[in-house]
Nanobody
Framework: QVQLVESGGGLVQAGESLRLSCTAS?????MGWFRQAPGKEREFVAA????????YYADSVKGRFTISRDNAKNTVYLQMNSLKPEDTAVYYC???????????????????WGQGTQVTVSS
């Protein structure tokens, strides 16, 4: 069983930046970030292919967030710039144990999940 450990969350003001990190205890393939705000369902944020060559973003974060990975460190990052109050949520890292993922925007395609890290953006 692979463990995912997230870090980097915190409280920032609107317009500022944060970088989230997620380190896996073993080999993973596709990786993604999802978030869940109070009273809302978990939603897709960004995903990255096993090689890092293909990335996907939700429309709400496109142009502001960047996902990247360092396979030597089994780590995926989410650089979040120009943060808005509506980005406030618990952010979850997810990873797949198979190289083929049909739809990286869908949560049930992932096998491993982190415990979540809180991101709060004040106005």
């Amino acid at each position: 069983q692979v463990q995912l450990v997230e870090s980097g969350g915190g409280l920032v003001q609107a317009g500022e930046s944060l970088r989230l990190s997620c380190t896996a205890s073993g080999r993973t393939y596709g990786m993604g970030w999802f978030r869940q705000a109070p009273g809302k369902e978990r939603e897709f944020v960004a995903a990255i292919s096993p090689s890092g060559g293909i990335t996907y973003y939700a429309d709400s974060v496109k142009g502001r967030f960047t996902i990247s990975r360092d396979n030597a460190k089994n780590t995926v990052y989410l650089q979040m710039n120009s943060l808005k109050p509506e980005d406030t949520a618990v952010y979850y890292c997810a990873a797949s144990r198979t190289i083929i993922v049909k739809n990286m925007r869908v949560s049930h395609e992932y096998d491993y999940w982190g415990q979540g890290t809180q991101v709060t953006v004040s106005s």
